[in-house]
């Protein structure tokens, strides 16, 4: 207590010595002045036991604490009550996996950062670049290449657009649990490979109806075993029938072959037919 009152005792002096120098024309001096007084006083203040002791962080799991501690730019021993906790909030909440954060200093010598981190949803796949993105759509870090079950994505638009696909694939769970990537096409639909980004199934997507056309494919998956099949394309984008693509043997020519369009695959290395 005694420690405080000296702190607020100093506060109130420091106050009032600016409020009696604002009348001044030489403001710039008195500024300099008031800021040297309050820097005196914040040493004043730590030196009566109000300084960084402890940083406690809660909530992170893919986010470094030396980030986090960089981020915030303090060390020990600094004056606790010169810590911005509004900036160090920005600050942290700036570090790539963080969503939000809160920072609150605990006197009389720990700052307590409590954050929430992103989720992965997907993999964002640029050429050889592979981006991990959260539901949103927000960019969170750049990995060397697939990470677990992530479904790849590729495409422009496809991070905005990836949550609104992958939440109507729910309607057909064991669908969704085949999906292995997912190609925006012409920024307005979608192409989803099953089983394999490489040798798997590739299923046209309608640019809207996307629900109803998975539930057919699960029908037909149901009553047929349809992707059980050697296919490389089934083709749902008209509601009113259903085009499959064979697999051809090597050396024989393709069926479509006088398609004038191509079609982009998830992996950088594979060229392929595009439909738009």
Known sequence: M????ILFGLLAVAGAITLGLRASDRWPQIVSLYHNAMDHTLDVTALAGLRL????????VNTDAEDI????????GTPILSIDVAEAREAVESLPWVKSAQVERQLPGAVHVVIQE??????WQRGKRYTLIDAEGHAIADVPGQIGDLPLIVGTDAPAHAHELFETLKTTPDLLARVKGAVRVGERRWN???DSVETGITVRLPENGIAEACARLAALQSR???????LAAIDLRLADRLVVQ??????KPTPDAKAKT????PSAAKSAKQDV
């Open 2 to 5: 005694r420690r405080l009152a």
């Open 53 to 60: 002791d402890a940083l406690t962080v809660q909530g992170r």
């Open 69 to 76: 501690l960089a981020s915030i730019d303090v060390e020990r």
């Open 118 to 123: 992103r989720e992965a949803y997907a993999l």
């Open 192 to 194: 989803i490979h099953i």
């Open 224 to 230: 047929h075993n349809i992707l059980a099949r050697d």
């Open 246 to 251: 064979l697999n051809q043997a090597p050396g």
């Open 262 to 265: 191509t079609e982009t695959s």
